[in-house]
Antibody, heavy 118, light 110 residues
Framework: QLQLQESGPGLVKPSETLSLTCTVS??????????WGWIRQPPGKGLEWIGT?????ITYYNPSLESRVTISVDTSKNQLKLSSVTAADTGIYYC????????????WGQGTLVTVSS | QSVLTQPPSASGTPGQRVTISCSGS????????VYWYQHLPGTAPKLLIY???QRPSGVPDRLTGSKSGTSASLAISGLRSEDEADYYC???????????FGTGTKVTVL
């Protein structure tokens, strides 16, 4: 069973860059035809799509975050970078496998809490 | 502000049927597939319905997805205590463009 695990700092200072890694077990990102996405949930709010990357590095970003987001892919992991963070970027960040850029997120990681605070 | 609108809450007693609506527009639900996710706080969201009405393996057939025009719905029949969770619809929106989630519905089993 494929598993995804998010990792990274739980505390980021305002104006700095949030960096998270999603490690994929039992599969190689490069050998898969799937896509890999990032979704977040601010405290007390709903889910928000951040962006998606294909196994060959084609990216799709949420227009509201596009100027600050970079998603990259490696053999068994993909990485999210979100620059110039503010308190509004605090939340739980999930990585998930997607069957197509417009498709379903069928496997999710457990999520990691990121707090933006000085 | 999400472009997919759901009722904030829904409830029912064990065994009852609960239906959650998801209202969108021609640029999202009207022209793309709808997905439904179940989310228990502190856990990974789970895909319940894909391509409007398809269930992944392991999802019971008492969960049914449907779509008509620019709206979709998720019906949960034979309500159980383990169904108590947050439910989100989702779809791609051609006008953004991007993937959008609904506002979320909290289901309570009374």
């Amino acid at each position: 069973q494929l598993q995804l695990q998010e990792s990274g700092p739980g505390l980021v200072k305002p104006s700095e860059t949030l960096s998270l890694t999603c490690t994929v077990s039992s599969d190689s990102v490069y050998s898969s035809s799937h896509y890999w996405g990032w979704i977040r949930q601010p405290p007390g709010k709903g889910l928000e799509w951040i962006g998606t990357i294909s196994y060959i590095g084609i990216t799709y970003y949420n227009p509201s975050l596009e100027s600050r987001v970079t998603i990259s892919v490696d053999t068994s992991k993909n990485q999210l970078k979100l620059s110039s963070v503010t308190a509004a970027d605090t939340g739980i960040y999930y990585c998930a496998r997607q069957d197509a850029p417009r498709g379903a997120f069928d496997i999710w990681g457990q999520g990691t809490l990121v707090t933006v605070s000085s | 502000q999400s472009v997919l609108t759901q009722p904030p809450s829904a409830s029912g007693t064990p065994g009852q049927r609960v239906t959650i609506s998801c209202s969108g527009s021609t640029s999202n639900i009207g022209s793309n597939y709808v997905y439904w996710y179940q989310h228990l706080p502190g856990t990974a969201p789970k895909l319940l319905i894909y391509r409007n009405n398809q269930r992944p393996s392991g999802v019971p057939d008492r969960l049914t997805g449907s779509k008509s025009g620019t709206s979709a719905s998720l019906a949960i029949s034979g309500l159980r205590s383990e169904d108590e969770a947050d439910y989100y619809c989702a779809a791609f929106d051609d006008s953004l463009p991007g993937y959008v989630f609904g506002t979320g519905t909290k289901v309570t089993v009374l």
